[in-house]
């Protein structure tokens, strides 16, 4: 039943580390609200997503005032310190799982090898 429970934690940590590997869900609180510009230049999916051509992107990049810009990059900079803030605290709590159910697994082996040899 122990190694059950240890290979369960396991595989929750792993599903935890590729979450946080593979990209944030949305997350709301850190997601550029509606009414706001977008970012040009400083959020490749909002610029992306926004602009079908290299042409429309060049002409709202250079439409953009030097405080628009300034602006949007440091707004873009809170949200990508703040979402790198949620992954290493979900990336630490993965890994902290997959330790302790590693060692539940070698000491479990350890004693059936040991009891083995008893």
């Known amino acids: 039943m122990t190694a059950l429970l240890a290979l369960a934690v396991s595989a929750y940590s792993i599903a935890q580390v590729t979450g ?62 703040s979402i790198h803030h949620l992954r290493t605290i979900k990336l630490q709590r993965a890994t902290r799982g997959l330790l302790a159910s590693a060692i539940v697994l070698v000491v479990m082996t350890a004693e059936k090898l040991l009891l083995g040899i008893l």
């Open 20 to 81: 946080v590997l593979t990209g944030p869900r949305r997350v709301p609180a850190l997601s550029r609200p509606q009414s706001s510009p977008i970012p040009i230049a400083f959020s490749y999916s909002d610029t992306v997503n926004e602009f079908s051509s290299p042409r429309a992107f060049q002409d709202q990049l250079l439409a953009q005032s030097i405080e628009e810009a300034t602006n949007d990059a440091t707004l873009e900079l809170w949200r990508c310190i």
